[in-house]
């Protein structure tokens, strides 16, 4: 048992110092930004997520758009609701932040070598990323669910919460979600940082000589057209997510998916889209401005800057 940690250890040295380019390199850099910025961005969201997560699993209840739910949700339970599941999201997406971005920055000249098509290369990088993204945020997205929408976990912090929850279900219960967590992850990873990588990339284009001038505006614009694109393509899975977390014996995966699409056809997918684009355009637009910012103090290039 002794050997496992010093072998993990040195199997990690490895990898971070493996020689790729140092512009795309395996850096503990891209861990650190990506982690301070998904941990602020979901953070300072989490209001907009209870109504949202609200919202998918009570439809009947929350029908008449974002300002009416958080309306009936403030009154009903008081504004400190809105701040349920806090501690989870920020440790969760911290961690996965860290994973994510920095296996994304790993993985991209790995790819490149043998995927000529650098978009492509790109698109597999963050496939990856984003299914073992994917798994670390299982338990901390099962246990903010929870809080979210179950009345026994309301009063829970991130600690106590998994402990019940372990208790209840189970460690490997946690995990059930994967399915569903990956079906919201991977297209959000691939939408996101791909499409910021692309569309910094061709502004820096346009800009030949004021790069310096122009990257605040050439980050902004990036990370908008992403987190659009973040949100239409994981919306279906983010609803996937909430119906199998939010406390019942929702059954498989496939169960879940038959389940929402006999309550409401193909749009039922779609529930809490209007709550989700402020919610999911406010945290990348300030993820990837953030991302940008903490890379640059830490030495790193703006992205699509190289």
Known sequence: MKLFPHVSYQLILLILNASFPKSYGADYRYFVAGGACAAYSHGVTTPIDVIKTKMQADPKEYDKGILDAAS??????GPGVLLGGLGPTVVGYGVEGAAKFGIYEILKPVFSKYIQEKSLAFLMASITAGAVAALILCPAESVRIKVVTDK????????????????????????????AMIAKQVPYTMAKQVSFDIVATFLYSLFKGSEQE????VSVAAAAVA???????????????????????????????SNIMERGGFAEFFVGTQARLVHVGGIITQQL??????????????????
């Open 72 to 77: 009936k949700i403030v009154k009903a339970d």
């Open 152 to 179: 026994d976990y309301a009063d829970k912090s991130f600690l106590s919460g998994l402990v019940k929850t372990i208790k209840e279900d189970g460690f490997l219960d946690m995990f059930g979600g994967f399915p």
């Open 227 to 257: 987190s659009v694109l973040a949100c239409i393509f994981s919306q279906p899975g983010d609803m996937i997510l909430t119906e199998t977390y939010k406390g019942t014996n929702a059954g498989s995966f496939s169960q879940v998916c």
């Open 289 to 306: 401005v953030v991302y940008d910012i903490v890379k640059q103090l830490l030495g790193l290039p703006a992205t699509g800057s190289h």
């Open 214 to 217: 122009m990257k605040w505006i």
